[in-house]
């Protein structure tokens, strides 16, 4: 089945006074993938579940490729959803599960099994098919609700922060698979998450979310090293938000953004455009890969330098007080929108 | 930038329409209850202020309100709820505590105990209490043969017989609140208090009936509640001689057919249970939904 | 819970001494009614002296306490049938509405249980008499009908708040309408609540009294009202046979029940 485009067009969802949704349009492409980032509360639940029926939006409309689904009942969408605590059905086995959604559509029995079976050989759960759902750990849930998700090949896939009841190694894996089992198909697929470096290795492209409006739409890198917004900055990852004078002279105006990584403590190899600031060392922390320092500039801001641990020499002489010099490239200095 | 759209008819239609059919899904219960409960209370209500002619007068009223058998069936009903519920609170609060302090599976064999009773027919109760505490009954036996008394007590068909029925009815519901109470409380609350010198009577005094006074609480208005309009109990332990209002209704119907003045006597009642239900919503109200 | 005290055997002593005896309060008059319903007299002696099964035989011979048997056997289901069905219903509109609504629906529902028993049986009776329905089935039904809707809802209602309502969206989203993801997905796992509810409305039904006193006339006399009546004129052995055969019932209900959810909870 050919993948298809979904468009919301200014929609709009209040709880009482609350603005949950306010006026978002969002243009995903037919075989995208694409992440709706956001702390909690900013939206992005409300958003996919208004996709899936399950809200219902004051205003706006929402399209699934040329057919208007706004006022449509979520069984009639035919879309695939994991939801966030995967809800399988406990009373079914995981087989069960999965062939649930085709006897639903009344497939002739044969078919059903074959399907379901093929479903669960692509998430490595052949063998434990006829096993209560009891029975399952978290990652062979995650699988089974998976496989249940696509076995009836909707036109679009939903995920609601499917991998947060997961431990961290078993999420890492579990977003490569996810990210390959959406190449395998080729199918639209949105995807929650308030994990940034999980929307950064997964994504296609990021929407961010904050406060029930979507902040910033581009492709990981876009995002993570050009934000728009201060918002988009800080939620992405540890961002110094510098006055542009303290780095590129007076006469630079509003302000700049250097991620802290962007730091290095000797100038050797950078080139003659770098740029630098001085400051005290407040504090300073080893981290394993890389070490974090906190400098005090004289205008009293503060400024975070992550070293790699291969560039860190003398990191751990430095003490508490002294003067440091920190330099950037300019490429990695980044003027901010007004927001 | 584009201005908002406006609020979109065809979805708050879609809205209204889940609404009411999520409403219309209580009806069959609220037709039953609404039915055969509410419309009967108000029909109690209407009725206190109608003659047999049906017309509205005000004689059911001043004729019940000047008869000494309601003052003194008034009194009689407050003293067999305040009687019983006092014996609740001193024999149902160790109980709870007990089972509170035991593991959870011995104190679900323990509660069949509890559960077993409140699920017996109530005229089965009564009837054993009757075989029981009749003059040539189990416990005068045991009492004489100990030699506590010579001459047997009379323990039924009076106060005493009617509040053993009553307490005995009612110590189920109160104990199952308060050991809910009881079994929430944090233990490291307690290895707290213990920690810090409580004896055991300080941390029942201080850190305990404190945490579990919101179980308590429901309890004890569960059993005052209930026995207010107490009717099986007095009629067959009291033997004719305890008349809470409950058996004043009845005698007021089954021996003058006087509808009107019936109505009038529960009338009451329905106040007290009423201001007691607002009394309890309120105070839910403060203090959030904690077993109040 | 009292563990840091656990030296403190005078006190424990003492607790489980009160617990002991009221225990015993509480099972004195249930276990002191079946030796009495086996004995060969009529002076209820304890412990009697001889041993028959006379009082049995008179209550299953009486077309009298069998018509009753029947009539609050039959109304025991038929009530069951009725109040399970409407307080689940109910239950999930409060659930689904939330807020007011389902305050406002809980609050009305629970009347029942919070009104004495006399009141709503001399309101039902006026209300009954006007439609002519004293001492009629649908009559006596809808008394406890009324009656045990709260108890079913009290046992429905925090077991459909428990479920994992993003089950029906799961199944929704699957494809399935909103009637066949309830029964298909709701039902099927909150099937122990409504039985436990079903048992409590079926024991609410038999248990009554006082509302059968008033309104269950004639053919549709209960078993509770018989024995009322049975208990106010004398003290009739045949009543310890009842009561002894009520008591084997609910001790059998109450105790498959309890191993039920240890069962569940270990």
């Known amino acids: 089945m050919a993948p298809v485009p979904i468009n919301f067009d200014r929609v709009r969802k209040a709880f009482g006074s609350y603005l949950a949704l306010d006026d978002v349009s969002l243009a995903v492409s037919a075989g995208e993938f694409l992440t709706l980032l956001g702390p909690s509360g900013s939206g992005k639940t409300t958003l996919l579940m208004a996709l899936a029926g399950f809200v219902r939006p004051d205003a706006g409309r929402i399209r699934l490729g040329e057919t208007d689904i706004t006022r449509l009942a979520p069984d009639k969408r035919d879309i695939g959803i994991v939801f966030q605590n995967y809800a399988l059905f406990p009373h079914m086995t995981v087989r069960g599960n999965v062939e649930y959604p085709l006897r639903l559509r009344k497939r002739p029995a044969d078919e059903i099994r074959r399907r379901a079976e093929a479903a669960l050989d692509r998430v490595q759960l052949l063998d434990l098919a006829d096993r209560d759902i009891a029975a399952l750990s978290g990652g062979q849930r995650q699988r089974v609700a998976l496989a249940r998700a696509i076995v009836y090949e909707p036109r679009v896939m939903l995920m609601d922060e499917p991998l947060s009841a997961l431990d961290k190694n078993l999420r890492e894996a579990m977003q490569y698979e996810i990210r390959r089992l959406h190449d395998d198909l080729g199918i639209t697929t949105i995807y929650v998450t308030h994990d940034q470096r999980e929307a950064l290795t997964m994504s296609d492209r990021i929407a961010v979310m904050d406060g029930g409006g979507i902040r910033q739409v581009d492709t990981p890198q876009a995002i993570y090293h050009h934000p728009a917004t201060r918002f988009v900055a800080e939620f992405m990852g540890e961002a110094n938000i510098l006055p542009a004078a303290a780095l590129l002279g007076p006469a630079a105006v509003g302000s700049v953004m250097v991620r802290s990584e962007s730091f290095h403590l000797a100038a050797d190899g950078l080139p003659a455009d770098a740029v630098s600031v001085e400051g005290r060392l407040k504090a300073k922390a080893f981290r394993s890969e890389n070490w974090l320092l906190t400098l005090v500039l004289p205008s009293g801001e503060s400024v975070a330098l992550s070293i790699p641990a291969t560039r860190a020499a003398g990191c751990a002489e430095i003490a508490p007080g002294a003067l440091v010099t920190a330099h950037a490239t300019a490429t990695s200095v980044h003027p901010l929108g007004a927001a | ?259 009107g003045g019936a109505s009038v006597l529960g009338v009451p009642l329905l106040v007290v249970v009423a201001l007691i239900g607002a009394a309890v919503l309120g105070l839910r109200r403060v203090a959030g939904p904690r077993h109040a | 819970m009292l563990e840091p005290w656990s030296d403190n055997r005078v006190a424990r002593v003492l607790l489980w001494s009160i617990a002991g005896l009221v225990f015993l309060f509480l099972m004195a008059p249930t276990l002191i009614v079946v030796p009495l319903s086996f004995s060969a007299s009529d002076l209820l002696e304890f412990p009697p002296r001889e041993w028959s099964l006379r009082w049995y035989e008179a209550f299953f011979g009486s077309a009298t306490w069998m018509a009753a048997l029947c009539v609050s056997l039959m109304l025991g289901v038929l009530t069951a049938l009725i109040a399970v069905p409407a307080a689940l219903c109910a239950c999930i509109a409060m659930n ?89 997905i709701l039902l099927p796992q909150l099937r122990f609540s409504l039985l436990t509810a079903g048992l409590m409305a079926f024991l609410t039904s038999l248990d009554e009294a006082v509302i059968s006193i008033f309104i269950a006339s004639g053919e549709m006399s209960t078993l509770p009202k018989l024995m009322f009546l049975s208990l106010r004129d004398q003290i009739d052995p045949t009543i310890a046979a009842i009561s002894t055969l009520w008591t084997v019932l609910v001790a059998a209900i109450v105790v498959v029940q309890a191993l039920r959810k240890s069962k569940n909870a270990s």
């Open chain 2, 1 to 259: 930038m584009t201005p908002a759209l406006d609020a979109d008819p065809a979805l708050a239609r879609d809205a209204a329409h889940e609404r009411r059919f999520f409403l219309s899904l209580s009806l069959p219960a609220l037709a039953v209850v609404g039915l055969a409960a509410i419309l009967p209370i108000l029909w109690i209500l209407r009725q206190s202020f109608m003659n047999l002619g049906g017309e509205v007068t005000l004689a059911n009223w001043t004729k019940i309100l000047n008869s000494s058998l309601t003052w003194s069936s008034l009194q009689t009903t407050f003293v067999l709820s305040g009687l019983t519920l006092v014996i609740c609170i001193a024999l149902g609060t160790p109980l709870a505590l007990a089972l509170a302090s035991t593991t959870q599976r011995r104190a679900n064999l323990l509660l069949i105990f509890l559960l077993l009773p409140l699920w017996t027919s109530i005229l089965v109760r009564t009837y054993g209490w009757l075989v029981l505490l009749r003059r040539e009954g189990l416990v005068n036996a045991a009492l004489q043969n100990i030699g506590l008394t010579a001459e047997p007590l009379p323990l039924v068909y009076n106060t005493t017989g009617v509040v053993i029925g009553m307490v005995h009815y009612m110590l189920p519901l109160y104990v199952l609140p308060v050991y809910a109470a009881m079994r929430d409380i944090d233990g490291n609350v307690l290895r707290a208090a213990a920690s810090m010198g409580a004896s055991l009577g300080q941390a029942i005094r201080t850190v305990i009936l404190p945490l579990a006074q919101g179980g308590i609480l429901s309890g004890s208005i569960i059993v005052f509640v209930y026995t207010l309009g107490f009717f099986i109990t007095p009629a067959v332990l009291g033997g004719g001689k305890v008349n809470p209002i409950a058996i004043r209704i009845e005698r007021t119907i089954g021996g003058f057919q006087d509808w």
């Open chain 3, 96 to 184: 689904r509405l939330g807020g007011r609504p389902a305050t406002v629906i809980y609050g009305s529902l629970l009347v029942p249980s919070v009104t004495p028993g006399i009141l709503l049986a001399i309101g039902l009776f006026f209300v009954l008499a006007k439609l002519g329905l004293i001492g009629t089935l649908p009559g006596v039904l809808a008394g406890h009908a009324m009656l045990a809707i709260p108890v079913a809802m009290l046992v429905l209602y925090p077991a459909i708040n428990r479920f994992d309502w993003a089950q029906v969206q799961a199944a929704r989203s699957l494809g399935a309408g909103w009637a066949r993801a309830v029964t298909g």
